[in-house]
């Protein structure tokens, strides 16, 4: 599929179409597949959702906790809406983590719940509410907010608006400019001080091409590897170029022999979410 940069949200959408029935994302432990028309599908749901709760075109969505599927789902789905995503990374302390929500001005957090129950929701000061990531329920609604009511008819929204369902050419995402704001990035290095980076359009669709141009042969991180590091391959390229990922938690040659024997990592990515020295490669049988 050739790729054009003229926007940025765009690539993402053209990509959902043209590979709606390929495998997008699998756990080699629960053997389980999602297709990108089963992404798109959630994304809508999260879209409507978003737009249920009043949330608009340049709103900032937080979400803080490690790498899954989830995580996958509500950054493509904030970004493609036409918010702006503020990933927060899952060591930070409460104490940063509200920090920083407060000073990007995230209207909704969705955060792990075992990040949640160490938080205290009094000190989120601008959010309409908290949702967990795992589940996308209701964790904290600030009052006067209708998030719950909102939720709650979700599942009857989106019947009446896709009788025959959820198709490819029902995707239509936000059309904003590759100069505006899509990503604000608050590293390690930032902690405690009252500016993040911010990453327009254009910034992530030329990161997308310095990629490219590499082939992807192997990609190798030798910093300690965080979820903010792991956009790039895992949530811009691969989604773009329509490869499937196989996500798994050993990283030994006879488990990548054994894989390989299975067919699991011909024509995939795979990425092991616990090493520290992490290296993402396409796999060859």
Request: charged residues 25%; aromatic residues 10%; contains cysteine.
């Amino acid at each position: 599929m050739e790729i054009r940069i003229d926007n940025f949200i765009k690539i993402y959408e053209r990509s959902f179409i043209e590979n709606w029935d390929l495998p997008a994302l699998s756990n080699y432990v629960s053997r389980k597949t999602l297709t990108y028309g089963d992404m798109a599908t959630v994304i809508a749901r999260i879209h409507l959702f978003y737009e249920s709760a009043g949330i608009r075109q340049g709103a900032k969505i937080a979400i803080c906790g490690k790498d899954s599927p989830e995580w996958v789902l509500l950054y493509i789905a904030t970004v493609t809406y036409g918010a702006v995503v503020v990933p927060i990374l899952s060591e930070f302390n409460p104490v940063d983590i509200t920090h920083i929500v407060n000073h990007s001005g995230a209207e909704l957090l969705f955060v792990s719940s075992n990040i949640w129950e160490h938080m205290e929701p009094e000190r989120l000061l601008k959010v309409k509410g908290v949702m967990g990531l795992e589940d996308r329920d209701i964790l904290y609604e600030k009052r006067g907010e209708e998030l719950s009511r909102s939720l709650h008819m979700l599942k009857r929204k989106f019947r009446k608006l896709y009788p025959s369902g959820y198709r490819s050419q029902d995707i239509r995402y936000a059309d904003r400019d590759n100069s505006e704001v899509v990503e604000i990035n608050y590293t390690s290095g930032t902690t405690g001080f009252s500016k993040g980076v911010m990453l327009t359009g254009e910034n992530l669709a030329l990161e997308y091409m310095k990629l490219s141009s590499r082939g992807t042969a192997r990609v190798q991180r030798t910093a300690p590897f965080d979820i903010i590091g792991r956009i790039w391959f895992l949530y811009i390229f691969s989604r773009i170029r329509g490869t499937h990922i196989t996500r798994f938690g050993f990283t030994s040659d006879n488990a990548f022999r054994s894989m390989r024997g299975e067919g699991v990592l011909q024509s995939s990515v795979t990425c092991d979410p616990t090493a520290r020295g992490v290296s993402m490669s396409n796999a060859q049988p």
